[in-house]
Each structure stands twice: as structure tokens, then as C-alpha cells.
């Protein structure tokens, strides 16, 4: 097998596995006849480990996806393929832009690390392939955006929390208790977490006010840009493909990460993503629940940071959350 890892650091997050653990899990997965002829490490996610392996005697590549060793996961991140497959039955609405899974193994056997096989999803990276029309096009690349956020947010949950459960009765509860998850990660990172318990303080004192929100909907997580796939030789930007729906869970629509970045920079082409997903609410209510939100999004934000060593982005956040504490206060 031709086998083409990407190269990192010693210690960084992301570890490639072997060529000979790829071989191991085709001949698991496909019968040992279909050997690997190549398998190319994709660069374009910084969570799990992703290869395009082309196989003996089949016309189309599959996709492996490799997670994070156990012990190199947060609380806050714990599990989060599992937490992909259980969505799938959830997010039929997007299934003809999804790829479909072949397998997934849990079981630990061949690598110490949950794996799953996909079918191998055509097109390009957006964030490869956006920047090649002129920016006027991009509104109807974002238009598409709001209507797949708006299928997934139409999807009604039978908890609140990740898919995959821990679920919780109340969204407040939801709220609280990822707070937390978050704050313990900071703190095991030996970051500071005092500000992320102060917020959570407020869902506390605040409960009745978050538990307005009394239906859960599906939140996509991080459906954004980077995990969309884009037609390379459509006349104008168009959505052939999702991926690495991961983060997914039960609760208010305006807590998605989709929704931070689509009110991100008002006055732009994103401002096309309203077209078709519709308007928020802007009650008091609504106001003082999306800037708890943010804070948790910051949170998360720090995490991701320090973990790719962006000192001055890990204290970006502090200043934020500061400032977002001083509202709430």
C-alpha cells in the first residue's frame, strides 16, 4: 500500500495510525481481499484522524475515520463519534448529502481507538473552493447554508444534551451540566474556568428564563464552512456535501455554533443565510439566553485553542468572556 500520513509534531493532538492498522481494518471491514492500494491522510479537520483509502477491485474510495485516543479526549468532547452514529437515524432530512456509513467499530480490537467507514463524499472542501467565484455568488452559498441549518433545527429531540446521551429533563439542566464539562476541561488544561462558572451561575439563578425553551431541537454543533463539500465545476457555489456532524445535540436552535457564525459578520454575504432560515427572536429573554450562549462557544473556543497552541487566542477569550460577564451582570 502507498500510504501518505501528514507529518505533525511529536505530541500533537491529532496521531495518525499505521499503514499496517488501515490494513487491518479494510480486511476487517471489507474481507481480505480488499486490500488498500493507497491511503491518503486528509488534512482538513483538526479532531479526528481522516484518510482516503482507495481499495483492490473497487471504483470508488472510502473515507476512514479514526478518533482521538481515549484519554486524549475532554469531558466536554467525550465520545463524540459515538455521538455522530446515534445522530444518523436523526438527520435523515440531510441524508442525500451525507455519507453513508459502511461500518463502525467500538470494540477497541485492532487500534485502542473508535473508527468509522464511510462512503466517500465528491466535491471540494468549501473553504477550498469558495474563494474561486466572486464574492456576490457567496450570498447563494450561504442562502444554502440556511436551509440546511433550518432542516436540522426542524428536527424534534426526545431530551435535552448530546444525542448520545447524558440527556437532561430541562434545557437549563443541558445548559448547567455543559457548563461544567467545559470548565473541568479548562481546569485539567490548567487554564483559569472561573469565568465559564460564573456564567453557569447565571443559567442557575436564571432557570426560568432558559426553560422557555421547552422543545428540544437538533443542533448540528458545528456545521460551518469547513464541513461542507462544494460541485468543482458548478457555474456558481453550490452544497453537494456535509460532513463530520460529531457535535450534535438537543436544545435551542440559537445555541448553534451555525447560528454564532451566520450573525457573525452582519452587512456581508452571510446576511443571505436569513433568507432562508428565517429571523430569531429578539424577545429580552431570547437576548439574555444568546449571550450565555456565546460564552459557552467561547468556552469551547479556548479549548480548541490550547489545544493547537494559540496562546493569544486562549486570551482572547478571557477578554470576551470578561466583557460578556460585565452584560450579564
Same mark, same amino acid.
Given at each position: 500500500?502507498?500510504?501518505?500520513?501528514?507529518?505533525?509534531?511529536?505530541?500533537?493532538?491529532?496521531?495518525?495510525?499505521?499503514?499496517?492498522?488501515?490494513?487491518?481494518?479494510?480486511?476487517?471491514?471489507?474481507?481480505?481481499?480488499?486490500?488498500?492500494?493507497?491511503?491518503?491522510?486528509?488534512?482538513?479537520?483538526?479532531?479526528?484522524?481522516?484518510?482516503?483509502?482507495? #481499495?483492490?477491485?473497487?471504483?470508488?474510495?472510502?473515507?476512514?475515520? *479514526?478518533?482521538?485516543?481515549?484519554?486524549?479526549?475532554?469531558?466536554?468532547?467525550?465520545?463524540? =463519534?459515538?455521538?455522530?452514529?446515534?445522530?444518523?437515524?436523526? #438527520?435523515?432530512?440531510?441524508?442525500?448529502?451525507?455519507?453513508?456509513?459502511?461500518?463502525?467499530?467500538?470494540?477497541?480490537?485492532?487500534?485502542?481507538?473508535?473508527?468509522?467507514?464511510?462512503?466517500?463524499?465528491?466535491?471540494?472542501?468549501?473553504?477550498?473552493?469558495?474563494?474561486?467565484?466572486?464574492?456576490?455568488?457567496?450570498?447563494?452559498?450561504?442562502?444554502?447554508?440556511?436551509?440546511?441549518?433550518?432542516? *436540522?433545527?426542524?428536527?424534534?429531540?426526545?431530551?435535552?444534551?448530546? +444525542?448520545?446521551?447524558?440527556?437532561?429533563?430541562?434545557?437549563?439542566?443541558?445548559? +448547567?451540566?455543559?457548563?461544567?464539562?467545559?470548565?473541568?476541561?479548562?481546569?485539567?488544561?490548567? #487554564?483559569?474556568?472561573?469565568?465559564?462558572?460564573?456564567?453557569?451561575?447565571?443559567?442557575?439563578?436564571?432557570?426560568?428564563?432558559?426553560?422557555?425553551?421547552?422543545?428540544?431541537? =437538533? $443542533?448540528?454543533?458545528?456545521?460551518?464552512?469547513?464541513?461542507? =463539500? #462544494?460541485?468543482?465545476?458548478?457555474?456558481?457555489?453550490?452544497?453537494?456535501?456535509?460532513?463530520?456532524?460529531?457535535?450534535?445535540?438537543?436544545?435551542?436552535?440559537?445555541?448553534?455554533?451555525?447560528?454564532?457564525?451566520?450573525?457573525?459578520?452582519?452587512?456581508?454575504?452571510?446576511?443571505?443565510?436569513?433568507?432562508?432560515?428565517?429571523?430569531?427572536?429578539?424577545?429580552?429573554?431570547?437576548?439574555?439566553?444568546?449571550? +450565555?450562549?456565546?460564552?459557552?462557544?467561547?468556552?469551547?473556543?479556548?479549548?480548541?485553542?490550547?489545544?493547537?497552541?494559540?496562546?493569544?487566542?486562549?486570551?482572547?477569550?478571557?477578554?470576551?468572556?470578561?466583557? $460578556?460577564?460585565?452584560?450579564?451582570?
Amino acid at each position: 500500500m502507498e500510504f501518505r500520513p501528514i507529518s505533525r509534531l511529536a505530541g500533537a493532538f491529532q496521531e495518525t495510525v499505521t499503514a499496517d492498522d488501515l490494513t487491518a481494518i479494510c480486511a476487517r471491514v471489507f474481507g481480505l481481499k480488499s486490500r488498500p492500494l493507497t491511503a491518503t491522510e486528509l488534512g482538513t479537520g483538526q479532531y479526528n484522524t481522516t484518510y482516503r483509502v482507495q #481499495l483492490d477491485g473497487h471504483a470508488d474510495p472510502v473515507v476512514v475515520r *479514526v478518533a482521538p485516543e481515549p484519554g486524549k479526549q475532554f469531558r466536554s468532547e467525550w465520545q463524540l =463519534m459515538r455521538n455522530e452514529y446515534a445522530s444518523l437515524p436523526w #438527520l435523515a432530512p440531510l441524508a442525500p448529502l451525507m455519507p453513508s456509513v459502511i461500518a463502525a467499530d467500538w470494540s477497541h480490537e485492532l487500534i485502542g481507538r473508535d473508527y468509522l467507514v464511510q462512503t466517500f463524499l465528491p466535491g471540494v472542501p468549501a473553504p477550498d473552493h469558495l474563494s474561486n467565484y466572486p464574492r456576490p455568488a457567496w450570498a447563494g452559498f450561504f442562502q444554502q447554508l440556511g436551509e440546511i441549518a433550518r432542516a *436540522v433545527h426542524g428536527i424534534r429531540g426526545p431530551h435535552f444534551g448530546p +444525542v448520545n446521551g447524558p440527556g437532561a429533563p430541562t434545557w437549563s439542566t443541558a445548559l +448547567v451540566a455543559g457548563f461544567d464539562d467545559i470548565a473541568a476541561d479548562v481546569e485539567a488544561a490548567g #487554564l483559569d474556568a472561573a469565568d465559564l462558572r460564573k456564567v453557569s451561575a447565571v443559567v442557575v439563578a436564571r432557570r426560568s428564563v432558559f426553560d422557555e425553551v421547552e422543545q428540544a431541537r =437538533m $443542533l448540528a454543533g458545528d456545521l460551518w464552512t469547513v464541513n461542507v =463539500m #462544494l460541485d468543482r465545476d458548478a457555474p456558481v457555489p453550490t452544497i453537494t456535501g456535509v460532513l463530520d456532524l460529531d457535535r450534535t445535540w438537543w436544545g435551542d436552535p440559537a445555541a448553534d455554533w451555525t447560528i454564532r457564525m451566520a450573525s457573525a459578520k452582519p452587512g456581508t454575504e452571510r446576511d443571505a443565510f436569513w433568507d432562508s432560515y428565517g429571523s430569531l427572536d429578539r424577545s429580552i429573554a431570547a437576548q439574555l439566553r444568546a449571550r +450565555v450562549y456565546e460564552a459557552r462557544h467561547l468556552g469551547a473556543v479556548r479549548l480548541e485553542r490550547h489545544r493547537l497552541g494559540n496562546i493569544e487566542g486562549v486570551e482572547s477569550t478571557y477578554r470576551d468572556l470578561e466583557a $460578556l460577564l460585565a452584560d450579564l451582570s
